[in-house]
């Protein structure tokens, strides 16, 4: 099982409570684990990646055994700890200011 965190405010619009765990078939990439968190949790659609080109929003970013993997390839695997399940996959909002 993969251990997803999510920030509060997909947390909230998910009515999850805690962390996710998430059964991923194949290859263990953050792709497959956003295709995961959005088959089970179909409101979350749209809110990490965008409708048409896929890509992430802007203001999230994700961290995998506490190395940013944001600009990595989507496809590229991801840590063994992270599909072993024993390290979590961060989904992180982005803090912007001025």
């Known amino acids: 099982m993969i251990q997803v965190v999510l920030p ?4 909230s619009l998910a009515g999850i409570k805690g962390d996710v765990e998430l059964e991923v078939d194949g290859q263990v990439t953050r792709h497959s684990i956003l295709d995961a968190l959005e088959a089970r949790y179909p409101m979350l659609r749209g809110t990490i990646r965008d409708h048409v080109e ?16 944001t600009h990595e390839s989507s496809d590229a695997p ?20 001025g």
């Not at 896929?54 to 993997?69: H, K, S, T």
């Not at 700890?81 to 979590?88: D, K, M, Q, R, Y």
Request: net charge neutral; with cysteine; aromatic share 10%.
């Open 54 to 69: 896929g890509q992430r929003r802007p203001m999230l970013r994700f961290f995998a055994c506490g190395e940013d993997v």
């Open 78 to 97: 991801l840590p063994e700890a992270v599909a072993a399940g024993t390290e979590p996959f961060f989904i992180i909002g982005a803090i912007a200011g």
């Open 8 to 11: 509060a405010h997909l947390r």
